[in-house]
């Protein structure tokens, strides 16, 4: 039998008020780097076309998904696409990319994004896109949940992503009354974001609800884990787990390195156009 998760940290997610068109929030606050490792930080943001203008990544991938409306990208290596409720964009910046994100006119975007810190052999990997179509990923069926797998795996459904850093993430639908769990490697860090609902987590049990980020214990030894999950409403949740990198982090806005050097040579080759090549 697997060794069950327990449920180390519960935080509420509140959105501040940055402009008429944009709220956002830390899901993951940023510069907890060893105890989210691999994970960098997770925003939730709902905006409006013209909040974000253009902008540099180098050293990691942004995991970006929708929650309702459409999202339309653009970055420098790869060009123009559309993004709908429940889609996700993995997007690995690698070397660098010049990259925007901005709601279709009309539109109001309601998304997650997730910084994964990539090893210092994958820094400066070439820039690459998987648009991940919900309609597209396997889905694991239970009696009364519907697990969609958009990397990693569970209960034996595998995703097709392709990953530099190990990482499940997947997102459940569980109807009231319902349990079901999802496997993890031993070593996995993660945790999960309830975006609807309610329910009882982990081992003890422990109560969340929407608007809430459920961390999972730490687990060391290399057996396999589950994480439980059972719905008291209508749930809705992502859970991400992944493979900890364990190596300094040094971070400068979009940039995220493992020395100041590498920043400072990150800003020039941005400045003198570099990341468009």
């Avoid at 396999?224 to 991400?240: D, I, M, N, S």
């Amino acid at each position: 039998m697997a060794f069950q998760r327990r449920i180390r940290h519960i935080r509420s997610v509140e959105l501040a008020v940055n402009s008429p068109i944009h709220r956002s929030g830390p899901v993951l606050e940023p510069g907890k780097w060893e105890e989210y490792d691999p994970f960098l930080l997770l925003m939730e943001d709902i905006f409006e076309r013209g909040t974000f203008e253009e902008h540099p990544h180098r050293g990691i991938e942004t995991v970006t998904y929708v929650i309702s409306g459409e999202l339309e990208h653009y970055d420098s290596n790869a060009g123009h696409g559309k993004l709908g409720p429940g889609d996700v964009q993995w997007m690995t910046a690698g070397r660098g990319v010049i990259h925007k994100e901005d709601p279709a006119p009309g539109s109001t975007v309601h998304s997650l994004q997730l910084w994964i810190n990539l090893p210092s052999t994958h820094k400066m990997t070439e820039p690459r896109y998987q648009n991940l179509r919900a309609e597209e990923m396997p889905v694991r069926e239970e009696d009364g949940a519907t697990i969609r797998v958009f990397s990693g795996s569970s209960k034996g459904v595998q995703a097709p992503t392709r990953n530099i850093v190990p990482v499940t993430m997947v997102e459940m639908n569980v109807e009231p009354g319902r349990t079901v769990s999802q496997d993890l490697p031993g070593h996995y860090n993660g945790f999960l974001y309830i975006l609807e609902g309610s329910g009882a987590f982990g081992a003890g049990k422990a109560e969340g609800k929407a608007g809430q980020v459920l961390f999972f214990s730490r687990h060391e030894r290399g057996e396999p884990t589950e994480v439980q999950v059972t719905a008291r409403e209508k749930l809705r949740l992502l859970l991400y787990a992944g493979e900890p990198v364990k190596e300094p982090v040094v971070a400068y806005g979009p940039f995220v390195m493992n020395t100041q050097e590498q920043i400072r040579e990150a800003l020039r080759d941005y400045q003198e156009g570099r990341f468009l090549r």
